[in-house]
């Protein structure tokens, strides 16, 4: 054994990550404005609990829009769109589509893959650090 101890590894802002063991997704889903503005927590603590159930982690979620839809949805015209970040097998992806399908809830609801760069880069905007939002208003700053 050498007598020389090696330096430490730089360490880096975004975890190693190994695509065929886990991967990143982003999920949109929609619900009815109606029913979400009487018990949001409640459905957004539906699909976070789905998203477990198959395995998966959620990194970041947030209301991202709310307003008439371009088109009717089970005679629903306006809805409330969510999006949630999570890690998770690929193997388990079907098992969460099949489960929000028959999650009444839950009007529409769609899965992508996006690269890890843009994956990680909304994160920090849907969760934003505490140093980025030094004025305290809530507000996400938009990168230039």
């Known amino acids: 054994m050498s007598a020389t101890a090696e330096a430490p590894a730089a360490e880096s802002h975004e975890e190693v990550h190994d695509p065929a063991v886990e991967g990143l997704y982003e999920g949109m889903y929609v619900f009815d404005s109606a029913d979400y503005a009487t018990d949001g927590e409640d459905y957004i ?3 976070l609990e789905l998203i477990e ?6 990194d970041a979620d947030r209301m991202w829009v709310d307003g008439r839809l371009a088109y009717p949805i089970r005679n629903k ?3 409330v769109h969510h999006i949630v970040l999570f890690r998770m097998p690929p193997a388990n992806v079907k098992d969460l589509d099949r489960a929000c399908k028959l999650e009444d809830r839950i ?10 760069e843009i994956y990680h880069a909304t994160v920090d905007v849907v969760n934003p650090s505490e140093d980025a939002d030094e004025e305290g208003d809530g507000e996400v700053p938009v990168p230039e």
Not at 53 to 58: E, H, Q
Not at 107 to 113: A, D, G, P, S, T
């Open 107 to 116: 009007l529409r609801h769609m899965v992508i893959r996006p690269p890890e």
């Open 77 to 79: 015209r306006k809805g």
């Open 53 to 58: 159930k198959a395995g998966g982690t959620v």
């Open 45 to 47: 603590a539906r699909v």
